[in-house]
Nanobody, 121 residues
Framework: QVELVESGGGLVQPGGSLRLSCAAS????????MGWYRQAPGEQRELVAT???????NYTDSVKGRFTISRDNAKKMVYLQMNSLKPEDTGVYYC???????????????WGQGTQVTISS
């Protein structure tokens, strides 16, 4: 069974920083892309950033230059460093991983339970 567990959310003032972490556990063959999504109240879940196994990254325009996604393949973890935070960054942040359970099976997306990030003075 695959599990993704996020940590690092909280309440910070505008301009502050937070670092989110996500650990993947369980028995599987390979993790392909990993990423972070967020969902603000009353809004749809949106992509924040993704990173593939080679380290290539992709960001939504609103966080470029402020957020940095990284991963540690050996530890099966993905991180999101968030700087210069704004109130509009508020939401529940979800970890996502595209995981192949066995070498002969299709990869599927797995999700964490989410961690709350609130930016407010």
């Amino acid at each position: 069974q695959v599990e993704l567990v996020e940590s690092g959310g909280g309440l910070v003032q505008p301009g502050g920083s937070l670092r989110l972490s996500c650990a993947a556990s369980g028995s599987f063959f390979r993790i392909n892309a990993m990423g972070w999504y967020r969902q603000a109240p009353g809004e749809q879940r949106e992509l924040v950033a993704t990173i593939i196994s080679s380290g290539s990254t992709n960001y939504t325009d609103s966080v470029k230059g402020r957020f940095t996604i990284s991963r540690d393949n050996a530890k099966k973890m993905v991180y999101l460093q968030m700087n210069s935070l704004k109130p509009e960054d508020t939401g529940v942040y979800y970890c996502n991983a595209n995981i192949q359970l066995r070498s002969w099976t299709t990869a599927y997306d797995y999700w964490g339970q989410g961690t709350q990030v609130t930016i407010s003075s």
